[in-house]
């Protein structure tokens, strides 16, 4: 299988070959996946030197949303790469949310086929560990030329010596977004001007948030912010709760750069900055800052908000960071224990991975992303700025994306429970409890406390697993 990176090298000479034409995307739980038309990316047999024929094998893909096409879409590049050069398919074993895990395990014990699994934050190490997934080491030569990009991301995940996550994209950045208008309403800078300067800190953060509540005439209450806030905060450290060396994971809850980070949520809710409650897109009642949430929430915030000068912006940084650090995710596939189909499978995530590097695909798929959804009435439901998705995509190059390894310790670490301070997850309390729990705990030094040795048993587990 490690030709395949000889193929990749013929199909990358080819890319100027390619049309450039638009394409549409549909969105998904994991991220954005671009789409043309299957005769835009046709490439003939004769322009590759060497050839994978999958001969119609079909990957075994379970997952609660299907990579073919519904509802008269095109096909993605990916798949049209996968199937049309590669002669491979996919066959969806339909899911819900709430039900995927339980369906894989069942599968599997049962000898159902499945064969490939969306990447989810429990793959590594708590999906490994239960014998869910198996190496791609095998199938992917990772010194190939199309993972440039990707290397920082592909060694973290390194684990037990091998590589069963080899992310292909960064997806679902989590974003400030607000109004440049309210911004100049209120006298206060544009956060986008002040990270081009390098000084969009927690401290002109802090500050631009206090003054707007302070500027407020009483008519109603004023937030200086609302939304999913305390993970991207506390990640805006580049610190994690939980450190992975590729040999044994270690409790860092004690990094006194993540302190500053719980003291300032402190202070936010002593100040009353931070609007609990839960709003799908940017409030268009004039009385909250800023909000924050995914890239994907950008579009209907534009949409509800058509004359406020929308923009997003990355988390600000610690005054005393070198860089900015992006809270977000990575696409990726898991190729599941006991399938037979690692190649298939390994092929599927090299089209993923051309079709989020290519320049050509990728100016189809900006062409596509601005323009407007509406409806069948003709009213916008979501859009997006060009400027907006420049924006974006810089800062998935320019930052670093973080992950923090705690996330994927199973429900213990990372679980919603019943909604309590008591019953969520231990990661879920230390990101945002002294913002949504202050009746529970009232400072971080509680928090921490409260926690720190929970978090050393989980870890005694996981490091007795690694060999």
Same mark, same amino acid.
């Given at each position: 299988?490690?030709?395949?990176?000889?193929?990749?090298?013929?199909?990358? #000479?080819?890319?100027?070959?390619?049309?450039?034409?638009?394409?549409?995307?549909?969105?998904?739980?994991? +991220?954005? %996946?671009?789409?043309?038309?299957?005769?835009?990316?046709?490439?003939?047999?004769?322009? =590759?030197?060497?050839?994978? @024929?999958?001969?119609?094998?079909?990957?075994?893909?379970?997952?609660?949303? /299907?990579?073919?096409?519904?509802?008269?879409?095109?096909?993605?590049? !990916?798949?049209?790469?996968?199937?049309?050069?590669?002669?491979?398919?996919?066959?969806?074993?339909?899911?819900? #949310? /709430?039900?995927?895990?339980?369906?894989? +395990?069942?599968? $599997?014990?049962?000898?159902?086929?499945?064969?490939?699994?969306? *990447?989810?934050?429990?793959?590594?190490?708590?999906?490994?560990?239960?014998?869910?997934?198996?190496?791609?080491?095998?199938?992917?030569?990772?010194?190939?030329?199309?993972?440039?990009?990707?290397?920082?991301? $592909? @060694?973290? *995940?390194?684990?037990?010596?091998?590589?069963? =996550?080899?992310?292909?994209?960064?997806?679902?950045?989590?974003?400030?977004?607000?109004?440049?208008?309210?911004?100049?309403?209120?006298?206060?800078?544009?956060?986008?001007?002040?990270?081009?300067?390098?000084?969009?800190?927690?401290?002109?953060?802090?500050?631009?948030?206090?003054?707007?509540?302070?500027?407020?005439?009483?008519?109603?209450?004023? *937030?200086?912010?609302?939304?999913?806030?305390?993970?991207?905060?506390?990640?805006?450290?580049?610190?994690?709760?939980?450190?992975?060396?590729?040999?044994?994971?270690?409790?860092?809850?004690?990094?006194?750069?993540?302190?500053?980070?719980?003291?300032?949520?402190?202070?936010?809710?002593?100040?009353?900055?931070?609007?609990?409650?839960?709003?799908?897109?940017?409030?268009?009642?004039?009385?909250?800052?800023?909000?924050?949430?995914?890239?994907?929430?950008?579009?209907?915030?534009?949409?509800?908000?058509?004359?406020?000068?929308?923009?997003? =912006?990355?988390?600000?940084?610690?005054?005393?960071?070198?860089?900015?650090?992006?809270?977000?995710?990575?696409? !990726?596939?898991?190729? =599941?224990?006991?399938? +037979?189909?690692?190649?298939?499978? &390994?092929?599927?995530?090299?089209?993923?991975?051309?079709?989020?590097?290519?320049?050509?695909?990728?100016? &189809?798929?900006?062409?596509?992303?601005?323009?407007?959804?509406? #409806? !069948? %009435?003709?009213?916008?439901?979501?859009?997006?700025?060009?400027?907006?998705?420049?924006?974006?995509?810089?800062?998935?190059?320019?930052?670093?994306?973080?992950?923090?390894?705690?996330?994927?310790?199973?429900?213990?670490?990372?679980? /919603?429970?019943? *909604?309590?301070?008591?019953?969520?997850?231990?990661?879920?309390?230390?990101?945002?409890?002294?913002?949504?729990?202050? @009746?529970?705990?009232?400072?971080?030094?509680?928090?921490?406390?409260?926690?720190?040795?929970?978090?050393?048993?989980?870890?005694?587990?996981?490091?007795?697993?690694?060999?």
């Amino acid at each position: 299988m490690k030709k395949l990176s000889r193929i990749l090298a013929g199909l990358l #000479s080819m890319t100027m070959l390619l049309a450039a034409t638009a394409c549409s995307e549909t969105q998904t739980a994991e +991220t954005s %996946s671009h789409y043309k038309s299957e005769d835009d990316v046709a490439v003939s047999q004769a322009e =590759v030197e060497e050839q994978i @024929d999958l001969g119609g094998e079909a990957i075994y893909w379970l997952a609660d949303y /299907d990579l073919n096409p519904q509802n008269n879409q095109d096909r993605s590049v !990916a798949l049209t790469l996968f199937e049309d050069q590669f002669n491979g398919k996919i066959e969806w074993i339909s899911c819900t #949310s /709430d039900t995927k895990f339980d369906t894989l +395990t069942n599968r $599997i014990l049962g000898g159902d086929p499945v064969d490939m699994f969306p *990447y989810e934050w429990d793959a590594i190490p708590n999906g490994v560990s239960k014998d869910q997934y198996q190496p791609l080491d095998d199938y992917i030569d990772l010194d190939a030329e199309i993972w440039d990009g990707m290397r920082d991301a $592909i @060694d973290m *995940y390194e684990y037990n010596g091998k590589h069963y =996550v080899i992310p292909y994209a960064i997806s679902d950045p989590l974003l400030i977004t607000y109004s440049r208008k309210l911004c100049e309403e209120n006298g206060l800078d544009d956060p986008y001007e002040l990270y081009e300067d390098g000084d969009w800190d927690w401290d002109s953060f802090m500050e631009m948030m206090k003054q707007f509540v302070a500027n407020g005439d009483g008519s109603s209450e004023r *937030y200086g912010i609302c939304g999913w806030f305390g993970q991207a905060m506390v990640q805006s450290t580049g610190k994690t709760i939980v450190n992975f060396d590729g040999k044994q994971f270690t409790n860092n809850i004690s990094d006194p750069e993540i302190e500053k980070a719980e003291n300032l949520m402190a202070e936010m809710h002593s100040l009353n900055l931070y609007d609990p409650n839960w709003y799908g897109n940017f409030p268009d009642t004039g009385n909250i800052l800023f909000y924050g949430m995914g890239d994907w929430a950008l579009g209907a915030s534009n949409a509800k908000n058509p004359d406020a000068d929308i923009m997003v =912006v990355p988390f600000p940084k610690s005054p005393d960071a070198d860089e900015y650090y992006l809270c977000g995710n990575y696409a !990726a596939r898991m190729l =599941v224990k006991n399938s +037979t189909k690692g190649e298939a499978v &390994a092929t599927y995530i090299m089209c993923e991975r051309l079709a989020a590097t290519q320049e050509d695909y990728l100016a &189809a798929a900006k062409e596509k992303a601005l323009i407007p959804n509406t #409806s !069948a %009435s003709g009213v916008v439901l979501s859009y997006v700025t060009e400027e907006q998705y420049d924006a974006i995509q810089s800062y998935k190059a320019d930052t670093t994306t973080v992950f923090d390894f705690g996330y994927g310790m199973g429900s213990t670490m990372y679980g /919603d429970g019943e *909604y309590t301070y008591e019953t969520r997850g231990i990661m879920n309390n230390l990101m945002d409890a002294l913002l949504t729990y202050p @009746d529970s705990v009232d400072s971080w030094a509680v928090l921490r406390d409260n926690w720190s040795a929970a978090i050393d048993d989980v870890l005694k587990t996981y490091n007795a697993a690694i060999q």
